[in-house]
């Protein structure tokens, strides 16, 4: 397969005449794409779209320019070849899984005829030659040539054309308007497969000459005008360039791998892709001067794909368009300055450093055609005394590519180096980056009241205290009230006082983890530091049912009728699924004995209703409280004892 683009000189001459048109130059990208693979790619400069035939998926994707999917045209049985009509309107495509040719219309993207080519024909390939369409079909050695005479009133189709070749699978063909009345074929399903040039000035192909060069070629392309081809071989590690005429050899252009696929620029200029099974480079473009070393680009870390066309020049020559990857994780990558030698910078940095301290930073600049020593380099330091970076000025290279520089960098943490060369009029720019990290001073930062516990709903201040730092003197206090519903809350950020210190006053419902962050600066590192304190609950106890209360043995006691059941209300604060602790003692043999001792849930409110039922013996001395135990129901806040309600039984 091929890719092609058809020049738009001669529609923009007509819609601008005489005036100059300026280009905006556009960087290299890349951009993925849904195609599980491409059978072949047609650039259509003129309505600045691309075609790509994705047989798996019976469909031909249209992008823009950058590979931005505009349209997908669907129904397309095992679309395979693609070929652009000369005046850009027409995009023609070989449907091998239907037996025919399709015509589409490529400005309103839509299908407009359609030519049978016979049953079984499965036609793969397609190429528009002298007002007729030459296709290659069949399949193994039932293959042929045939036409599609569209000079007709009613276009009509021609087989066997082949002139007594018999092709060992449908031949690949190429034509150029430039060089009229020659069509290029390669019989590349077999390695002992010629190409053969037919002469077709008279309607009916004429094999001018044939040769044997390898077989099972992978691709080609024509030159410019049309009288040389140049091939992606069987198994080389290059290309070949033949002369149509007598198909002697003009030129080779060495690979670092097995070729896959070919594209020549309208000034000659040549480009490739390889398997590039190494990853060491995967696109090739040569310069016309065969004194001067290829450019590689490595594109895709990726095996690049095989068994179609994905390489094509733009119709000016000045971009290349390269299709990377396979099985739908394809990538449509675009390169708008391919004649440049791809540069590759490396920065190499301590991984670790003191602050204000020396320190050296090295590397190389490399490329295809080495560049000399005296090549400019620019160098921008980023710290966090310079956060948008600061220039280092002008380093240079050295012998062999390789640089290196000294700094003393007055700012500790992460310290990043950027390395810039800018390029020139053969060599692509390029950037790269290391960082270090630079040793920072440690500061004293404290937090008080760590470890302890407070009353309910008590106000308590809590102080940062920051030592000595560079420049940042602001301090964050955040407090973190247990459970989940409670968020962590940033309660105050200051700077602190001359002192040190910054103060936050806080009342505690829960206990809480607190916490102080210096962020840090350019010469000390940044420190937190992490207390917790309790917090209580607020609880009370009331008896009902006493008939009444006198104060003796030094408490205040509730008097019950023996017959009475005294009821224990318990309010406390509340939360999801707490308990409260019931506990219940005798006054005997001096000293007070427990007696009960029993959890309750309290409600969603924080009350617990407890009856005290049975027959207690008159005249002995009780007492009663309810306690919050954390880690009962809930531990979000500090136990909690409750204070002692005394009560005796009367006849």
Same mark, same amino acid.
Request: aromatic share 8%; glycine share 10%; proline share 5%.
């Given at each position: ?91 023609? #495509? ?56 569209? $000079? ?5 189709? =021609? ?70 081809? @140049? ?92 299709? %990377? ?44 055609? #080495? ?22 000025? $002008? ?18 943490? $992460? ?20 960082? @270090? ?18 009353? +309910? ?10 030592? %000595? ?49 210096? #962020? ?78 029993? +959890? ?23 007492? @009663? ?13 500090? =136990? ?12």
């Amino acid at each position: 397969m091929r890719l092609r683009t058809l020049p738009v000189a001669a529609a923009l001459a007509a819609l601008f005449g005489s005036a100059v048109l300026a280009v905006p130059a556009s960087a290299d990208s890349s951009r993925p794409i849904a195609l599980f693979g491409a059978k072949d790619t047609v650039v259509d400069d003129a309505h600045r779209q691309v075609f790509i035939s994705d047989a798996y998926n019976n469909q031909i994707v249209v992008t823009d320019l950058t590979g931005k999917v505009v349209k997908t045209l669907a129904g397309l049985p095992q679309v395979a070849d693609l070929e652009l009509s000369p005046d850009s309107g027409t995009l023609y #495509a070989a449907l091998q899984g239907a037996d025919k040719i399709v015509a589409i219309d490529t400005g309103r993207l839509a299908q407009t005829a359609a030519y049978p080519t016979g049953d079984g024909t499965a036609p793969s390939r397609v190429v528009y030659a002298d007002g007729r369409l030459w296709f290659g079909y069949g399949d193994q050695w039932d293959s042929g040539l045939g036409e599609v005479d569209l $000079t007709a009133e009613t276009p009509t189709v =021609t087989l066997d054309l082949a002139a007594g070749h018999d092709f060992a699978s449908p031949p690949v063909l190429y034509a150029d308007a430039d060089n009229p009345g020659t069509l290029l074929a390669l019989d590349a399903g077999i390695s002992s497969g010629p190409i053969i040039v037919y002469d077709i000035s008279s309607g009916t192909p004429v094999i001018r000459v044939s040769a044997e060069k390898g077989g099972t070629y992978d691709d080609a392309a024509l030159t410019p005008d049309g009288r040389n081809v @140049v091939v992606a071989g069987p198994g080389n590690r290059a290309l070949t360039e033949y002369r149509l005429s007598d198909l002697s050899e003009v030129r080779t252009f060495p690979t670092v791998s097995e070729p896959e696929t070919v594209s020549i620029a309208p000034d000659g200029t040549v480009a490739a892709t390889v398997l590039d099974t190494d990853n060491v480079g995967d696109t090739l473009v040569f310069s016309n001067d065969p004194a001067r070393p290829t450019s590689v680009r490595n594109l895709s870390r990726d095996w690049m794909p095989w068994g179609g066309h994905s390489t094509s020049w733009s119709a000016d020559g000045s971009t290349l368009y390269v299709l %990377t990857g396979n099985s739908d994780a394809m990538q449509f990558q675009t390169v708008d300055a391919p004649r440049k030698y791809a540069s590759t910078l490396t920065v190499d940095a301590p991984t670790k450093a003191t602050r204000a301290a020396s320190l050296t930073v090295k590397g190389k600049l490399t490329a295809n055609l #080495a560049l000399p020593a005296g090549t400019p380099l620019h160098v921008t330091r980023t710290d966090l005394e310079s956060p948008s970076g600061k220039s280092l000025g $002008t380093k240079y290279l050295g012998a062999g590519g390789a640089y290196s520089f000294t700094d003393t960098p007055p700012a500790g943490g $992460t310290v990043k180096y950027t390395v810039t060369y800018a390029g020139d009029t053969t060599h692509t720019a390029a950037t790269a980056t290391d960082t @270090v990290d630079v040793s920072r001073a440690t500061p004293t930062l404290t937090l008080n009241n760590n470890g302890k516990a407070y009353d +309910y709903a008590q106000s308590v201040t809590f102080t940062a205290h920051l030592g %000595t730092t560079y420049k940042n003197r602001t301090v964050e206090i955040w407090a973190n009230p247990y459970g989940a519903d409670k968020p962590n809350t940033r309660v105050k950020s200051g700077t602190v006082n001359a002192s040190g210190n910054l103060s936050v006053t806080l009342t505690l419902t829960r206990k809480t983890e607190l916490t102080a962050k210096f #962020a840090g600066d350019a010469r000390y590192a940044p420190k937190t530091t992490t207390g917790t304190v309790g917090a209580g609950v607020k609880v009370s106890t009331a008896l009902g049912g006493s008939y009444k209360t006198l104060y003796t043995w030094n408490h205040t006691y509730y008097y019950f009728h023996q017959s009475k059941d005294p009821v224990v209300t318990t309010t406390m604060t509340s939360y999801q699924g707490r308990k409260q602790l019931l506990q219940i003692q005798v006054y005997s043999g001096g000293v007070w004995q427990t007696t009960v001792k029993k +959890y309750f849930t309290l409600d969603s409110a924080g009350k617990s209703v407890v009856t005290l039922t049975g027959t207690p013996p008159t005249g002995q001395r009780f007492r @009663v409280r309810d306690s919050y135990v954390s880690g009962s129901g809930d531990s979000v806040n500090t =136990t909690t004892y409750g204070a002692w309600k005394y009560f005796t039984f009367t006849h």
